[in-house]
């Protein structure tokens, strides 16, 4: 059976807030009745199945995150910038996701991008390009007991047989 409009909307406000209650009233549903109906639609297979099926569509998958981190790591501040020395409004509302922060200042804009070479070290440890290596030392003293058999190694030996 088809999800009707309401419960659709629903879903939708459900997965921007994840609070029940909220999304059934912005779907239109009765206020005083909103947290009951949020209850009941979340228990229905077919709103929960709709909602996993959504939440697989909306998951960032790890080739998109690798694409994402190399363009943060490629990422210029002159890209943002027009041949006339203006900010390129186009270009950052399609590469937006680069842009850590913009502020209109008395001077201008200042724009901030993400740290390219944060995204860099990400990509080199998604890449196993970094071993990290581990120096220890110190003392390790050991009892050896020849009359334990492999079968009495997880039960402590008793020292006062020999």
């Known amino acids: 059976m088809a999800l009707t409009l309401k419960k659709r909307a629903f879903i939708e406000y459900y997965l921007m807030w994840f609070q029940g209650t909220k999304?059934?009233?912005?779907?239109?549903?009765?206020?005083?009745t909103a947290h009951k109906i949020a209850a009941n639609l979340l228990a229905e297979p077919?709103?929960?199945?709709?909602?996993?099926?959504?939440?697989?569509?909306?998951k960032m998958g790890a080739d998109e995150v690798?694409?994402?981190?190399?363009?943060?790591?490629?990422?210029s501040l002159g890209d943002f910038f027009t041949d006339e020395g203006k900010l390129d409004?186009?270009?950052?509302?399609?590469?937006?996701?680069?842009?850590?922060?913009i502020a209109e200042t008395?001077?201008?804009?200042?724009?901030?991008l993400y740290d390219g070479q944060n995204a860099?070290?990400?990509?080199g440890k998604a890449a196993g390009l970094f071993a990290e290596r581990h120096e220890i030392s110190g003392t390790l003293a050991m009892k050896l007991y020849d009359n334990v058999s492999p079968d009495d190694w997880d039960t402590k030996p008793d020292d006062t047989a020999a």
């Open 120 to 123: 860099l070290i990400h990509m």
């Open 23 to 32: 999304a059934a009233t912005a779907a239109g549903y009765s206020i005083k």
């Open 106 to 112: 008395k001077h201008g804009y200042r724009i901030e």
């Open 66 to 75: 690798l694409t994402r981190l190399t363009e943060q790591g490629r990422a």
């Open 89 to 101: 409004w186009e270009f950052i509302k399609a590469h937006g996701h680069l842009v850590k922060s």
């Open 46 to 58: 077919e709103v929960k199945a709709a909602i996993e099926a959504r939440l697989t569509e909306l």
